[in-house]
């Protein structure tokens, strides 16, 4: 059985799920090209985890249809299963087993043979840089060790297909640029990847193309670039000594702008969208420094996915947390 398209590793249509009251998906759309990564982008709430779970058959969906590595979600569940690996937003790692132990378990769960199992666990051991641990219970693993021993074993099968829901939540900043290496490994390996994320950044540095989703509707869709080129102008910024400055910068801003300026009396920062690059910055410095208002830094850069979602939905992507399921 091919993907709903005839090409694509996972391939949905119309995805509608309902709690109660609350619609969680409202026909959702996407396609995962082989070999690819398709960024599912959007706040907490917006759906991207009730779409990993009608995908992997942990949910079924009240209507549409979603195709698998070639099986039916529905139909073929259990085909789905065997042909994909799943790694969710918090590791999935039994804290009193080895790491070793814990991958030794699942390839054994997944039928391989006992010396298959320890091979293959092994294997992933060092591919995960894990190997001087691996003998060691994982409840003393870091937090970025957990995630990296978790997407393992979503490995261990050699799935066609790995889905990715919010891999580095919780990670600091290190964490997850090594586990950013860690999919691009797959990806050059030819694992087609589905990513959920609610990380702009991530999405940016990963994604192949991207699916924008808020409130269980597919909003937007297509790379990093052309999704900024939708809102165009690039955004000039600005740093101000004092807070009572922004008023003033604000105003400069909209001068030299497009729409209303950003302000963070925090960060005394202020930003707008501009249309004319470096001559607005040009002018507005002009215009601050025959105020007499000191700026602290200045930067003139492209839209980024961040924009993107604000320009499309009016609100950032840390939003509410998700309705608890």
Partial sequence: MSGINGQAAVSARGLAKSYGSTRALDGVDLDVQPGRVLGLLGPNGAGKTTTVRILTTLLKPDAGTAVVAGHDVVAEPDAVRRSIGLSGQYAAV?????GFENLYLVGRLYGKKKAAARTRARELLTRFQL???ADRPSKGYSGGMRR??????????EPAVVILDEPTTGLDPRGRIEMW???KELVADGTTVLLTTQYLEEADHLADSIVVI???KVIARGTADELKSQIGGERLELVVSEPAELVAAADVLGQVGVGEPAVDEHTRRADVL????PKALVEALRLLDARG????DVALHRPTLDDVFLSLTGHATTQAEEVSR
Avoid: F, H, M, P
């Fill in 94 to 98: 039994d804290e009193n087993l080895t």
């Fill in 181 to 183: 290496e860690v999919i």
């Fill in 214 to 216: 808020d409130k269980g």
């Fill in 131 to 133: 190997e001087e641990a």
């Fill in 274 to 277: 501009v249309d004319t690059g």
């Fill in 148 to 157: 990296r021993l978790d997407l393992a074993g979503a490995l261990v099968a």
């Fill in 293 to 296: 208002v000191v700026v602290q």
